[in-house]
């Protein structure tokens, strides 16, 4: 029987059910992989209200003292796998599937919540793609609340994909939503090509639509095909005017390529969002950038992370290709904040269940193990745990890509503080300098944020966050003998320390544009290339006069000699050498041969001109 009935979230439908209901502890185990959908709550009766029910906060919601029915609309038709909700007083909580003009089909699944906590509540299975879900709600004596609604689905787990496999994801897939901001195309134009040639680059402004609460995203992506840069970290880009980043100046690429660059959900917002591109700050050629694309993924995982003294921070970093084996036995202990529904794990070698246990505050989980492919397990917990640590132990001997926790985060996403480095590694070794890219995530407002790295291959190297935004570069130790290096990258905000995040680079660019031209990157130590060339960023200077001319030498094999017949007047002549990252990429065919091995100089000022030749000896 139906009625209508007016409450304090507006007007809403109520109904009642004979179905008996299940209590929470009662609720049947995963039988598959779990993956949020994205739902919009708002377009629910009641929506001014009913919006709290997604922003992952627990401490916003509805209280209510009679049945009530909420109807939360899913961004794309979905297999509906299940429901959760987190509840807070005694609650009967009935689940049915609907369509967008109101017709329910399947059976009521239902459930009870005695206390606080969250309550999962299987969908009725019916083969019928769901487009909305009905949550009835009944208090089981007094008042009673409900916080959060999440709407989970069945479907192939895409945690572990990097950027470039995530845009091939099908675009039916319910975790997933892929926008095309207008325009998706640009033709930008560098700021000049250097020396006194600058001016500011041509940019492009583009819009795009969210239709979810940005704060139910876990990770969000731009991407677009370019010809004409190194890396998005030569782009300016700029999200709703903040989170400015980018800009850095690195040798061009001439093909085209797919590039990404991880967006900070918290610079979104729900409704329509401003995107800017600028072209390189320097740069011979025009680049151009089509297909632009932005890459929405619903949040599917509990927040967590290592305790600093973990050494199985490989396994925790959604990298599938940093790894490592477990020889007797390791224990991973997580901080979480949040709704626990298992543990994904992706290893290469067959893996005993008998030999993964978890805990949650010290408390075993009852736990049923789900196989989902020929190298990816799912250990499922009975019933969603929430508690502070969780513990994952393995007993080995076996061998781990990665792991990852599915659950409901508590709070906003950017509650949670944390490093993210982009995925995919977007950072790049330039010769002996690095590029890393990336954000951090803490509190409604992104904090102010200082980024260093160093470690045993790099030289300390700091530089600040813009809105949680950072592009770091740094150097190579000369000391460093090993064919591959990588950073340990940290960041320092209000108080806490995030990291360090190990941090593997994906290649040496010039050292690969060298093998192709036959020739190798310097092998000459740090003190003698200073002695014979000056180092990257050096620069000398003197003063030539009419009576004396003169000379300016950069280490002991650059110089430029001038006559005093060549100038009217004293002047003071430089010479630099630029970083390898500011000189423009040479065309096809052509080779950089300048000593040492692929370097470049500046004499200025620009444009000067002399009464007679030079002499620009350099061996």
Not at 157 to 176: R, T, W
Not at 247 to 260: C, K, L, M, T
Not at 390 to 399: A, E
Not at 461 to 489: N, P, Q
């Amino acid at each position: 029987m139906q009625k209508l009935c007016l409450v304090g979230i507006g007007l809403l439908f109520v109904f009642a059910c004979d179905r008996p209901s299940k209590r929470v502890d009662d609720a049947p185990p995963l039988t598959g992989v779990t993956k949020s959908a994205f739902t919009r709550i708002a377009s629910s009766p009641g929506a001014a209200e009913t919006i709290v029910l997604d922003d992952r906060d627990t401490t916003s919601g509805i209280n209510f003292t009679r049945e009530i029915e909420v109807a939360a609309s899913l961004v794309k038709p979905t297999d509906l796998w299940a429901v959760k909700v987190y509840a807070q007083g005694g609650v009967r909580i009935r689940v049915q599937s609907s369509t967008t003009s109101g017709e329910r089909f399947g059976d009521i699944s239902s459930t009870e919540v005695h206390g606080t906590g969250w309550a999962r509540i299987p969908s009725a299975r019916t083969g019928r793609l769901a487009e909305r879900v009905v949550v009835t709600l009944t208090p089981l004596g007094g008042d009673a609340r409900i916080t959060e609604l999440e709407a989970w689905a069945n479907a192939e787990n895409i945690e572990f994909l990097s950027a470039e496999k995530l845009a091939a994801v099908p675009e039916s897939h319910p975790g997933l939503l892929r926008v095309r901001p207008d325009p998706d195309h640009a033709e930008l134009t560098p700021g000049g090509s250097g020396d006194e040639d600058v001016a500011a680059p041509t940019c492009v402004r583009s819009r795009f639509a969210v239709a979810v609460n940005p704060a139910s995203l876990g990770r969000v992506f731009l991407t677009y095909r370019a010809r004409g840069i190194a890396g998005t970290f030569a782009l300016t880009t700029t999200i709703n005017g903040k989170g400015r980043s980018g800009g850095v100046v690195a040798p061009a690429d001439s093909e085209i390529h797919r590039y990404f660059e991880r967006i900070p959900a918290a610079l979104l917002v729900s409704g329509e969002n401003h995107l800017e591109i600028c072209g390189p700050a320097v740069g011979a050629t025009t680049t151009r950038i089509e297909d632009m694309q932005v890459v929405l993924q619903a949040d599917s995982g509990a927040a967590e992370e290592p305790f600093p003294e973990d050494p199985a921070l490989a396994f925790l970093d959604s990298d599938p290709s940093t790894q490592g084996s477990v020889r007797t036995e390791l224990i991973i202990p997580l901080r979480l904040q949040g709704s626990v529904d298992g543990v994904l794990i992706r290893h290469p070698q067959a893996l005993d269940p008998a030999a993964v246990s978890i805990t949650v505050d010290a408390a075993p989980a009852a736990t049923q193990w789900v196989n989902l492919g020929a190298d990816l397990d799912l250990l499922a917990l009975t019933v969603p745990a929430s508690g502070s640590i969780l513990t994952v132990k393995f007993l080995g001997p076996t061998h781990i890509e990665d792991i990852v926790i599915v659950g409901s985060t508590l709070g906003a996403v950017s509650s949670h503080r944390r490093l993210v480095i982009d995925q995919p590694r977007d950072q790049k070794a330039f010769g002996n300098r690095a590029i890393v890219t990336g954000f951090v995530e803490g509190g409604t407002s992104l904090p102010s944020t200082t980024i260093a790295s160093g470690g045993d291959h790099s030289y300390p190297a700091e530089v600040a966050a813009i809105d949680g935004r950072f592009v770091l570069a740094a150097w190579r130790k000369e000391s460093s003998t090993s064919a591959s290096w990588w950073l340990d990258v940290s960041a320092s905000l209000a108080g806490d320390t995030l990291g360090p995040r190990r941090v593997f680079l994906t290649g040496d660019v010039l050292a690969e544009r060298g093998q192709r031209s036959g020739r190798g990157t310097t092998d000459l130590g740090r003190e003698e290339e200073r002695a014979l060339f000056g180092l990257e960023g050096d620069v000398a200077r003197a003063t030539v006069t009419p009576e004396r001319g003169g000379e300016v030498a950069l280490g002991s094999r650059v110089r430029l000699t001038v006559p005093g017949s060549a100038v009217s007047g004293s002047a003071e002549l430089q010479i630099r050498r630029p970083d390898r990252l500011e000189l423009a990429r040479l065309n096809a065919g052509m080779v950089n041969v300048t000593a040492p091995s692929g370097a470049g100089y500046q004499f200025l000022p620009s444009r000067s001109r002399f009464h007679l030749l030079c002499r620009k000896p350099s061996r």
